[in-house]
């Protein structure tokens, strides 16, 4: 079974990631970032789900801003909380001392190329940790994340939330070396919880008709902001190719990370360019592509497969 630390800002999707690696992989560790709420808050969220879901697992806390710029929490999508629509129980355990950093290049010290480590928020613990760590890059089995898109963007007409957040890390992360799948908005919008999925898990136990409150809140506020008419499930996505790599097709391209302050800033550069020519070989091969980019998926089935 794939042993897997989910680096998350929960976050709606984020606690679906959870609940979808607790009950399919070896889920080793969650730590926590800015993103969709502070750290304080997604820390104390994670920690929630953790009591939610009945599972035993360490939770580290980790940054509270980006490597350069200062963040603003908007807590549109997500809510006040970062995780609105459901009242959670009350953590049944603290953070742990070690800071999300440390209890990254630990666990994959003690996990050597067995740990895939998935970035479901903002890039920055693993850019840290990649810097702090240089060894980090040879002991990961991968890092599997979500984040970006290949098409149009939702924080930016080009840039997706994870990567707009904090490019530089990206950056660090996407030139780390480490072998990457990047599942973006591209495929991850396709995977919608509908009202009548919701409706479905609001008649199902404890742990459903929590995520039927928190999906019914996450579907209302992505109609109000994006139009969109599903709650996009983006974060658990990034589990699939280690539960069902036949749900996501994924395609070798290599990927850079747009770090000018103009229109573009946080885009994903997904070079899919597929002429053999001289040139575009010299492309490839500087850019030496480690990236695995997800282009298509069978959405429906995969909704189904977490419902
Ligand atoms: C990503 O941004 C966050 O709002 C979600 O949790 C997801 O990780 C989608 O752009
Ligand atoms: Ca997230």
């Known amino acids: 079974m794939t042993k897997v630390l989910i680096d998350c800002d929960p976050g709606h999707d984020d606690a679906t990631a959870i609940l979808y690696a607790a009950r399919h992989?070896?889920?080793?560790?969650?730590?926590?970032?800015?993103?969709?709420?502070?750290?304080?808050k997604t820390t104390q969220n994670a920690l929630s789900l953790t009591a939610l879901l009945g599972i035993d697992v360490p939770v580290a806390r980790g940054c509270e801003q980006p490597l350069i710029r200062t963040?603003?929490?908007?807590?549109?999508?997500?809510?006040?909380?970062?995780?609105d629509g459901a009242e959670l129980p009350a953590p049944r355990?603290?953070?742990?001392?070690?800071?999300?950093?440390?209890?990254?290049?630990?666990t994959a010290s003690r996990y050597r190329e067995e740990l895939v480590l998935c970035p479901i928020g903002p890039f920055t613990n693993v850019a840290l940790a990649l810097r702090k760590e240089p060894r980090l890059a040879r002991w990961l089995r991968g890092i599997?994340?979500?984040?970006?898109?290949?098409?149009?963007?939702?924080?930016?007409?080009?840039?997706?939330?994870?990567?707009?957040?904090?490019?530089?890390?990206?950056?660090v992360v996407f030139r780390s070396g480490v072998h990457i799948w990047m599942v973006g908005l591209n495929v991850t919008r396709q995977v919608g919880i509908t009202e009548g999925d919701i409706a479905r898990l609001n008649e199902g136990g404890a742990v459903a008709r929590a995520y039927g409150g928190l999906f019914g809140f996450f579907r209302r506020r992505l109609g109000e902001i994006h139009g969109l008419s599903t709650a996009s499930l983006h974060d658990p996505c990034a589990l699939v190719p280690f539960i069902d790599p036949n749900l996501i097709t994924y395609a070798n391209c290599p990927v850079e990370i747009e770090l000018g302050d103009g229109l573009t800033r946080g885009m994903t550069v997904c070079d899919f360019r597929t002429l053999t020519s001289a040139r575009l070989e010299n492309i490839?091969?500087?850019?030496?592509?480690?990236?695995?980019?997800?282009?298509?998926?069978?959405?429906?089935?995969?909704?189904?497969?977490?419902?």
């Open 25 to 40: 992989l070896e889920l080793v560790g969650i730590s926590t970032v800015y993103g969709n709420q502070s750290v304080d």
């Open 93 to 106: 355990q603290e953070a742990i001392d070690a800071h999300a950093v440390d209890f990254i290049i630990e």
């Open 71 to 83: 963040f603003r929490h908007g807590g549109d999508v997500h809510g006040k909380t970062g995780i």
């Open 284 to 307: 490839r091969s500087r850019s030496a592509s480690n990236c695995e980019v997800a282009v298509g998926v069978r959405a429906r089935s995969l909704v189904e497969h977490i419902m």
């Open 144 to 171: 599997s994340c979500m984040g970006g898109t290949t098409q149009v963007g939702n924080t930016t007409p080009v840039a997706e939330f994870n990567i707009w957040c904090d490019p530089e890390a990206a950056d």
